[in-house]
């Protein structure tokens, strides 16, 4: 990562580092999944066009909000787009097309148990446990390219849901067009069943919590043992690849029979367990996050860097979102710009802050001049001052009167 | 999001280490399992032309030769597959699986009810004719099966036929269909 000595200042880095030998090995690997995978979904294509289009469109429907929700669950650092997306192709073409070459892992399930127990239990045991070993080297391939952009517990489950995004989206493609006919109907009966009654989380949040255990395992190499960083890293991966044994597995499972509106609820019911324990752990780093926000501003509020009135709307990304909407409104497009920078640059503030060891670290006195160079060019565009702290106050009036 | 202070940078060395690991991890997942099959798999048994690959759990029970008849029988619970090969048989897959139907069958089933033949083809190739049938062994026993026969190409037949207790065949029916078609036949 470029960085000035001295000047500590957080610059996103992106997925190009072509001296990191990791770099290289997750070009080979996805170029090795593009042309493997592109050629079976051509073959599909085949089949029927009309379904081919209608598959790809209906999972575009699914897949770009699921993409923008995930990519924005980071309170206060949207990750580089160009690591989101290698993120999002590790999982659509390289972890695919490896788990293709790896379906030989049944034969050895029928080898050691039997067949008759492989029919029934193979793919999940196989499934579950390889899928998610090649979904997460793809989310440890990207640390080792750019290992400051995993930083926390939810950097990782940010990259580890989208490797299970697109991971989803090409096995959902390859289910409609090989297991339910690739004709329309065929495509709308295969997103009912395994979109819309039961794909809207899975592969997502199973290597989400891989993601989540590999983001907790490097970021607190500072902090924890050796020891206690591989059990909570394990466990949950270990969960991660339960939760997909489990809906993969014959248990509880509807039967054929069973009618179209009670199939979704059972099948809700099986997954539920993991969205809850997903949930909650996302709950939980979000906090983390927002605890390591007010330490590490904590010496800063009220000084050149961030107002009282700033650091509110900053806590929040609803304020945040509601305050830059407001400028926009008042002052226009370039001073809502204006405003999103000063927000990016006090959330920089924060990181400088928590890094070095003195409050006059000239880094640090760099960054503050920064963040008060926006604001006062903030403060220049007409209309845009008042509205620079104004929202958390319009939040919270009760405060404001109180005060 | 980094809570505390930056840690320290990764040697190249250990960089290049974890890297490699990666690889290797996912080269063992995407191509180990075969590799692993075979180290796992049980000896094949050799009956005459005919190299069977038995699953896990079935075990020989009896086995026999009678002129040009080899016979072996491998059974997994209540589950029992067995082999029949002929040397220089001189007919077609179609043609051995109704010899059998009416000498072996009909002789040893009463109440004996058979599908449609239907054609298919080992793993390796060789033709084969299937059918499936049901019936009662002369001591009140009912009984479920699939006969499967081919010939092979230097003239070789076999009768695969599959059989279990009524109801038992379902539990036992991958394992008979994966090894009738993993065989090799001359």
Known sequence: MPRDAGVPTRIHTSLFQPRQPAFWVFVAFLGYGVVRMANALVALSQISRSGWTLSWLLIALYALPVFVLIYRLDLYEREPISLAVAAFLWGAFAATALALDAAGWDRVVAQAFGQDFALRWGPALTASSTEEILKGAGVVLLYLIVPDEIEDMMDGFVYGALVGLGFAVVEDVLYFMAAFGGTPAGVLQGFYVRVLSSGLYGHVLYTGLIGMGIGYFVSEREHEPFGKRLLVAGGLAAVGIAGHLLWDSPLFNVGSDASVLVAPFVLALKALPLVVFVALAVRLARERERRWLDAALASEIGGDGISPEEYRTLRSPHLRRRAVADMRRRAGRSAAGLLKRLQREQVNLAMVASRVASPDDPGLARQRGLCRSLRDALDAIPGAAPAVGQDAVAVHPGEDRGG | ?186
Request: hydrophobic share 40%; glycine share 16%; charged share 15%.
């Open chain 2, 1 to 186: 999001m980094r809570s505390q202070a930056t840690p320290p940078p990764t040697s190249a060395g250990r960089r290049w280490l974890a890297v490699l690991v990666v690889v290797a991890v996912l080269l063992f997942v995407a191509g180990g399992a075969d590799a692993i099959a075979h180290a796992i798999a049980g000896p094949p048994i050799q009956i005459a032309g005919v190299t069977l690959h038995p699953q896990a759990g079935w075990k020989v029970q009896r086995r026999g030769d009678e002129g040009s008849l080899h016979r072996v029988v491998l059974a997994r619970g209540s589950g029992a597959l067995d082999v029949t090969v002929i040397d220089a048989y001189p007919g077609t897959a179609d043609g051995l699986a109704r010899q059998y139907q009416d000498s072996v069958l009909a002789g040893q089933l009463d109440q004996l009810s058979v599908g449609d033949p239907e054609a298919g083809a080992l793993n390796d190739g060789t033709p084969t004719v299937r059918y499936g049938y049901i019936g009662i062994t002369h001591d009140g026993v009912a009984v479920e099966g699939v006969v499967t026969t081919a010939v092979g190409p230097e003239g070789t037949g076999v009768v695969f036929d599959g059989y279990a207790p009524k109801g038992g065949l379902a539990s036992v029916v991958g394992g008979l269909a994966s090894m009738i078609d993993q065989t090799e036949v001359r």
